[in-house]
């Protein structure tokens, strides 16, 4: 199970840490897949990071704008969110994938945190 927090409202071009931790299960030995959802879209999957750190894949959408980093000892991943614009709003999500190819959740979704753009 994942809990998502740190979401909030910043303006363009503003930054915020998201946070993903992790219970019932070891992070580090699975992969992890952040997603968005905006309203009235479907989820899109934003980034994903394999297994054991052995690498992590960015959408062009964030590419060079949000980059991850977890704490194993927290079992907790961060996404540091910067230059933030306003079609990054969306209520963000993390989760266990199958793999980063096919992106089937191995869990059920948790609440998500709301990150609002705007000036």
Same mark, same amino acid.
């Given at each position: %199970?994942?809990?998502? *927090?740190?979401?909030? &409202?910043? /303006?363009?071009?503003?930054? $915020?840490? $998201?946070?993903?931790?992790?219970?019932?299960?070891?992070?580090? &030995? &699975?992969?992890?897949?952040?997603?968005?959802?905006?309203?009235?879209?479907?989820?899109e999957k934003i980034l994903c990071s394999t297994s054991?750190?052995?690498?992590?894949?960015?959408?062009?959408? +964030?590419?060079?704008?949000?980059?991850i980093s977890r704490d194993n000892a927290k079992n907790?991943?961060?996404? %540091?969110?910067?230059? $933030?614009?306003?079609?990054?709003?969306?209520?963000? &999500?993390?989760?266990?994938?199958? *793999?980063?190819?096919?992106?089937?959740? $191995?869990?059920?979704?948790? /609440?998500?945190? %709301? +990150?609002?753009?705007?000036?």
């Amino acid at each position: %199970q994942f809990v998502e *927090s740190g979401g909030g &409202y910043v /303006q363009p071009g503003g930054s $915020l840490r $998201l946070s993903c931790a992790a219970s019932g299960f070891t992070m580090e &030995y &699975y992969n992890i897949a952040w997603f968005r959802q905006a309203p009235g879209e479907d989820r899109e999957k934003i980034l994903c990071s394999t297994s054991r750190g052995r690498g992590t894949n960015y959408e062009d959408s +964030v590419k060079g704008r949000f980059a991850i980093s977890r704490d194993n000892a927290k079992n907790t991943e961060y996404l %540091q969110m910067n230059s $933030l614009k306003p079609e990054d709003t969306a209520i963000y &999500y993390c989760a266990a994938v199958s *793999s980063c190819t096919t992106l089937i959740p $191995l869990d059920s979704w948790g /609440q998500g945190t %709301q +990150v609002t753009v705007s000036s």
